[in-house]
């Protein structure tokens, strides 16, 4: 049987949010949110915190994390990516003698992320062998294919004036991350060292109402209205 392992991504260094991984959200801290997603999925062997923080990492156990290690500096500041962390993670958990198949990583703000939307992705990565990922996405807005951008003058301009008049159900869906979470085969993965696998990307379609990528206060306030209507519509 395959085993799976999440990592929940949260380091200590947040600026423009101090400690947003933590901060109280409705009672809860944040991270509290994809650990019990996670937890609940019935996906995950192990749901790992991935962090350098030393409280963070009390509070993800605290919650229902497990942790192995701490991740090292380099890969706790500004310009470690992505897959920098993600790659160390993997890779750390084997030299500790964990044998997995699959491996997710999940943002630690992910407060939106239900245990459905990891199931379905689980169940994709598993039996599709033409893949080398499954990603979190959303629907712009808008139509990208419409987009107006400045030119040298300063003036507006269509980017693709061959748009213009088409109608919008007839223009292509585009769609971008929802900064939720990416899942891997950990082989492929760690052989192409990147979540936008070349091999293949398959969607996780998220709804807008569950989406909010958490950087600043602005967002942290817009997912506490979305939070507060949702919860609204449940009661």
């Known amino acids: 049987m395959s085993k ?6 949260a380091r200590g260094g ?28 019935g996906v995950f062997d192990h749901v790992v915190i991935s962090t350098d923080d030393q409280e963070i990492a009390y509070i993800a156990v605290k919650y229902g994390a497990q942790c192995h290690y701490m ?50 992705a689980a169940q994709t990565i598993s039996t599709r062998d033409d893949i080398g990922s499954v990603i979190s996405v959303t629907e712009y807005d808008f139509s990208i294919f419409r987009a107006l951008v400045e030119n040298d003058k300063g003036c507006l301009q269509m980017r693709e ?44 379609k998220i709804p807008h109402y569950k989406v909010v990528d958490i950087d600043t206060p602005d967002d942290w306030a817009r997912a506490e209205m979305m939070y507060e209507s949702l919860r609204k519509l449940k009661s």
């Open 71 to 120: 991740r090292p500096d380099e890969l706790a500041n500004d310009t470690a990516t992505t897959d920098e962390v993600f790659q160390y993670d993997v890779r750390t958990m084997r030299e500790k003698g964990f044998e997995f198949d699959y491996a997710c990583c999940i943002y630690g703000t992910s407060i939106f992320l239900e245990p459905e939307y990891l199931k379905d």
């Open 14 to 41: 947040s600026k423009r949010i101090p400690r947003k991984n933590i901060k109280d959200f409705f009672g809860k801290p944040a991270i509290a949110y994809p650990i019990q997603a996670a937890l609940d999925s």
């Open 161 to 204: 004036p061959e748009h213009r008049l088409t109608r919008s159900q007839d223009l292509p869906i585009a769609y971008h991350d929802a900064a939720l979470f990416y899942f891997v085969p950990v082989e492929n993965y760690m052989k192409e060292g990147k979540v936008y696998s070349e091999k293949g990307i398959r969607p996780a």
């Open 4 to 9: 799976v392992i999440a990592f929940i991504h």
